[in-house]
């Protein structure tokens, strides 16, 4: 009987918290990419405003942007923009669709550490990625099989680069695919004819990145902060909130990410911050 | 009171099996909810519509037809049937780079116009535009028909492409075909490994040795299957790589080694229970009618233990089929059909899991995502109806 109502009591708290929390609770859900950056954000405005409760959740892109249409969070975070339709629905429920540009992110081609090949352009990329180039001597390097990786078909990487790379043609029929960041490093450093690409935060010394020529091979450039920051590096993508209507913490957390405490916070996470 | 609690005991019991049979039930007929919604979608991503001249004589496009057209792999009408002209492929984006903001009106309102003047005077163009702004009934443009999705695109169709615009491919081959194969040859490794080291434990090792080894082995299956990927990936597709002399490591052969551990546990711990209920009465008459120890094993132990043995195949089996987060880490996910087991796959159970995060809740993609669960289904009742009827033909025999 005691442990009943001990356990009866630990209940009766945990419910009470929880109702004492709700009033204010920003709830933050979407891609994975924003995660980290949001949770970095979240730390840093809690130091400041410690009475403000957020909960954030990832989940990928398009999770986030479905809560928001089933009215499950107040924030969706998104590596893509919002796709015409998810608008169109969230339109036809009555509810308009803000949206808000925290950062910027940009991709990294990488090779395997000995690939001989440092330089690539657009149109070479787009070969390797849908199929029409398959060995690496085609592009200058030894005579190996390219493998590409990609990320999941349906993550916001994924797409980013296919607009801006493949120039939305569609990948290669049967294209590796890993489903994080984490493990296309891994492969791509233990495969000798690999390449893929990954997020700009995420190159380490276990793979080589590629400088990438838009201009049919007249500039080289090199995925670099100050390339990224002086806009000469030229796969960059914008990293979105969206929101539909939204009580005052969450507005003082966007205004919070906006300013420049928060876009130091931007830099520290390895993104690029809004002011180039 | 006693009766009163046992009554509230039995009445306890009863409702939970009826709501666990319920649950069963209302999961099944949500995956065939959410996924049958798929062959009332049109070919054409939702909200979309593709728009020709009306000169075209071309009425319909197959989507393997639509994207060889986006890809630029097909460049003239001729190729699928129409005149002799050059394809201009037009997307929605086009518009602001022909026409400026103000062109286009307040709120947008001019694009239609806009939009058909720029079909109009393009006699090779087809446009992928969203249908808010499809010019209806204007002159010069014709909106070409959109089929539904059909049954022998989704379970005959080999290509598997769920984000392509305009027309995404949802052909399930591919991915049933790895599913099958790494399921395939990890049985193949897990069946032998599994019931010969079952019957080392119940007959041959001594006691102090099966103590200690057995609860070893059921901690295999406590470790988590993420654990699982990670070392297949990191420590495993290297082996297979270099072993193999390969191109690279992510292959169905890794992922049904990886699966064959995982599947381990289960089958020996099983198998291994099944083994030891055989009475000592029937092992003794065995032996003194002069068999010796192996005999004995072969002649009587596992034919009386063969239900339990073919349960801990079907246990096993069925835990390769529906394992996740191993696999998708380390068979390299290509959907292409394969030809042999050191190519790359990609199965159902780890699409899933990949896609379903991204993908927009209540599209087409969505739908074939709960479809594919539910062909998944299908295919493990079929295995346990099929472990079931063969288990129970055996006791017939006997």
Redesign the interface.
């Known amino acids: 009987m005691k442990k009943l109502i001990l356990a009866l009591s630990i209940i009766s708290i945990a419910f009470g918290c929880n109702t004492a929390n709700k009033k204010e609770t920003v709830t933050i859900k979407g891609s994975d990419t924003v995660l980290p950056l949001t949770q970095k954000e979240m730390e840093a405005y809690q130091k400041k405003h410690s009475e403000a409760a957020i909960s954030v959740t990832g989940g990928g892109s398009g999770v986030g942007i479905a809560a928001l249409l089933s009215g499950t969070t107040d924030i969706a975070q998104s590596s893509r923009k919002i796709k015409f339709d998810e608008k169109l629905k969230l339109e036809e429920s009555g509810k308009e669709v803000h949206e808000v540009l925290i950062a910027y992110d940009a991709l990294s081609i990488v090779v395997h550490p000995d690939n001989q090949v440092s330089r690539l352009t657009r149109e070479q990329l787009e070969d390797i990625f849908t199929g029409k180039i398959t060995n690496w001597k085609e592009v200058g390097g030894e005579d190996l099989k390219i493998i590409p990786y990609a990320r999941e078909t349906s993550s916001g990487t994924y797409e980013f680069f296919k607009e801006s790379v493949l120039k939305d043609k569609n990948y290669m029929n049967g294209i590796l695919s890993m489903p994080a960041t984490g493990g296309i490093i891994q492969s791509i450093s233990q495969t000798k004819g690999a390449i893929g690409y990954v997020g700009f935060a995420y190159v380490n010394n276990k793979v080589k990145d590629i400088h990438v020529s838009y201009d049919n091979g007249k500039t080289y450039i090199e995925p670099t902060v100050e390339n990224v920051k002086n806009e000469s590096y030229p796969i960059v993508r914008p990293l979105f909130y969206y929101y539909t209507n939204l009580h005052e913490t969450g507005k003082s957390f966007i205004d919070f990410i906006l300013s420049s405490e928060g876009q130091k916070v931007v830099s520290k996470v390895g993104y690029i911050t809004l002011n180039k | 009171m006693k009766k009163f609690i046992d009554k509230l005991i039995e009445g306890l019991l009863k409702l939970s099996g009826t709501v666990t049979g319920i649950t069963v039930l209302l999961i099944i007929v949500f995956l065939f909810k959410e996924g049958s919604g798929l062959f009332q979608s049109s070919t054409v991503?939702?909200?979309?519509t593709l728009l020709v001249n009306s000169e075209n004589p071309i009425d319909k496009l197959s989507p393997e037809e639509l994207?060889h057209i986006?890809?630029?792999k097909i460049e003239n009408w001729k190729q699928v049937g129409g005149r002799d002209e050059a394809i201009r492929i037009f997307?929605f984006d086009e518009i602001f780079s022909i026409y400026t903001d103000d062109e286009l009106g307040e709120d947008y309102d001019l694009i239609p116009e806009k939009l058909g003047e720029v079909i109009h005077t393009n006699p090779g163009i087809i446009a992928y535009i969203?249908q808010?702004y499809a010019a209806k009934n204007s002159r010069g443009i014709k909106e070409l028909i959109q089929e539904k999705i059909g049954l022998s695109d989704y379970f005959l169709g080999e290509?598997w492409?769920?984000?392509?615009?305009p027309a995404p491919l949802f052909g399930i081959l591919?991915l049933l075909f790895g599913t099958l194969l790494v399921s395939f040859i990890a049985i193949l490794i897990a069946i032998p490994l599994g019931v010969g080291v079952a019957i080392y434990l119940a007959e041959i090792a001594n006691e102090r040795i099966r103590k200690l080894l057995k609860p070893a082995i059921e901690l295999l299956a406590g470790i988590p299957s993420v654990v699982y990927g990670f070392f297949g990936?990191?420590v495993l597709?290297?082996i297979v790589?270099k072993t193999g002399n390969l191109?690279?490591?992510?292959t169905a052969f890794t992922g049904s080694l990886i699966l064959a551990i995982m599947a381990l546990p289960t089958i020996i711990s099983i198998a291994e229970d099944a083994l030891r209920t055989t009475p000592k009465a029937m092992r003794d008459a065995s032996l003194a009618l002069g068999a010796n120890k192996w005999q004995t094993i072969y002649k009587v132990v596992i034919p009386f233990a063969s239900s339990g043995i073919a349960a801990a195949v079907v246990l096993g089996v069925g835990r390769a089929i529906g394992e996740t987060m191993a696999v998708?880490?380390v068979t390299?996910?290509?959907?292409?059909i394969p030809h042999s087991m050191f190519e790359?796959v990609?199965t159902i159970p780890a699409t899933i899991?990949?896609?379903l995060?991204?993908?927009?809740?209540?599209?087409t993609?969505y739908q074939a995502l709960f479809l594919l669960g539910a062909v998944l289904f299908i295919i493990t009742l079929t295995i346990s109806i099929v472990a079931e009827i063969i288990s129970s033909r055996k006791m017939i025999k006997e």
């Open positions: 991503e939702k909200g979309y994207k986006f890809d630029g997307r969203p808010k290509e492409l769920p984000t392509a615009t591919p990936l990191v597709a290297p790589q191109d690279l490591g992510e998708l880490m390299g996910n290509a959907a292409v790359s990609r899991a990949a896609e995060g991204e993908a927009p809740s209540g599209g993609h």
